[in-house]
């Protein structure tokens, strides 16, 4: 359940955030992934546009250095921010309208309607496609749409053009607790990664635990199953599962907080960063995210 009184959302300083040297280096390394992507390419293929993904311990700012690269790659361009929870997103909101996303269009595509908070912050909070498509569709300047997972399909439906409006590409997608989406296409959230129906310039994953995916006929773990190509695990076999959507209430999932690996995180970023050891583990980017392949 989530705390029926929400701390207010609002930005505490201008500008990007002052970033600690490991925070330095992470961003540094995703920007020379995602910068100069081929637009050309984009939806075309389901690992189109350009990948990256901070593997990043909890509580060493993760969130803003995401923040950080939309305002290095996309300072007046399109953003696409997801998160698994209710209370992550709304947190989102705070530490990126803190690190200085506070201009142009801003919508949160959850059950979060009416929101005080959300409000008072700037952000119109909707689940409808035509109201999505209107608001952010034919807009210049910067665009920033926070959503859940659950509410995916949302945004889904206004790239298809379902109202007459189809959504131009993003130039950055950021996804939090990336590994909640890892897994073979076709399954709910993996749609995440498909270019061809979410078509971005670039894609930056964020997670404390990464998952790796392998087909079935190179994979120690599909040996002898009887999957096929479809029988896959991930490498990870330790990491929590997170139970789809088709097995889990939406309400549950929107708003249960209490298992999600930011629960600690840095937003204030004034807490002291992990070891040195955690940091060198922790701020790599590869070119390729939890999708496989």
């Not at 910067?142 to 959503?147: E, F, I, L, S």
């Not at 993003?170 to 959230?189: A, I, K, M, N, T």
Request: charged share 25%.
């Amino acid at each position: 359940m989530r705390h029926p009184t929400r701390p207010s959302i609002r930005p505490t300083r201008t500008g990007v955030a002052a970033l600690r040297p490991h925070q330095r280096d992470a961003l540094a390394a995703i920007v020379r992934e995602l910068e100069n992507p081929d637009p050309e390419a984009v939806g075309s293929a389901p690992h189109g546009g350009r990948r990256a993904t901070a593997v990043m311990a909890c509580g060493t700012g993760k969130t803003w250095v995401a923040a950080g690269a939309a305002a290095t790659l996309a300072a007046r361009g399109r953003v696409l921010v997801l998160v698994p929870t209710l209370d992550l997103l709304e947190q989102t909101v705070t530490a990126w309208q803190r690190a200085g996303r506070t201009g142009g269009v801003q919508v949160a595509v959850c059950s979060l309607g009416g929101d005080a908070a959300l409000a008072a912050a700037g952000v119109r909070a909707t689940t409808s496609t035509p109201r999505l498509a209107l608001w952010t569709g034919a807009v210049e300047g910067p665009v920033t749409v926070y959503a859940t997972y659950q509410s995916l399909e949302t945004i889904l439906a206004a790239h298809r053009g379902m109202v007459g409006l189809r959504l131009p590409p993003w130039r950055l997608v950021v996804v939090d607790e990336g590994h909640r989406s890892s897994g073979r296409l076709g399954r709910p959230w993996t749609a995440v990664h498909d270019d061809r129906v979410l078509p971005a310039l670039g894609r930056l994953y964020l997670t404390a635990t990464p998952r790796v995916w392998e087909p079935a006929d190179v994979s120690a773990y599909g040996e002898g199953t009887g999957r096929g190509d479809t029988g896959s695990l991930p490498l990870d076999a330790d990491d929590d599962v997170w139970d789809d959507p088709d097995t889990t209430a939406t309400d549950g999932l929107e708003n249960d907080g209490a298992d999600r690996d930011d629960e600690d995180e840095d937003f204030d970023n004034r807490n002291d960063p992990a070891s040195v050891d955690e940091l060198a583990r922790a701020v790599r980017c590869a070119a390729d995210a939890f999708a496989g392949g």
